[in-house]
Nanobody
Framework: QVQLVESGGGLVQAGESLTLSCVHSGFIFAINVMDWYRQVVGKERELVARINRDGSTWYADSVKGRVTISRDLSKNTLYLQMNSLKPEDTAMYYC?????WGQGTRVTVSS
């Protein structure tokens, strides 16, 4: 059974940092890509960051320069380091592998 379990969300003030983690299990095949998405209630989900199998990364313009996606293959863990957080970063953040979504972790940034 494939599982993605996020953690690390919370309430922070603008300008502070958070690191989200996603422990994944149950994969029996090589993962080509893993993503972090976010969603605000009433809005569409937004792709925030992506890391490919070769380690190359992609970031949404809204977070570029403030966010770093990384992974530790030995720990089956995906990370999202977020710096200089803004109130507009407030959302539920999801770890995503092809065909699978985690339950999400909430990030709230106060001004």
């Amino acid at each position: 059974q494939v599982q993605l379990v996020e953690s690390g969300g919370g309430l922070v003030q603008a300008g502070e940092s958070l690191t989200l983690s996603c422990v994944h299990s149950g994969f029996i095949f090589a993962i080509n890509v893993m993503d972090w998405y976010r969603q605000v209630v009433g809005k569409e989900r937004e792709l925030v960051a992506r890391i490919n199998r070769d380690g190359s990364t992609w970031y949404a313009d809204s977070v570029k320069g403030r966010v770093t996606i990384s992974r530790d293959l030995s720990k089956n863990t995906l990370y999202l380091q977020m710096n200089s957080l803004k109130p507009e970063d407030t959302a539920m953040y999801y770890c995503v592998a092809p065909g699978y979504w985690g339950q999400g972790t909430r990030v709230t940034v106060s001004s």
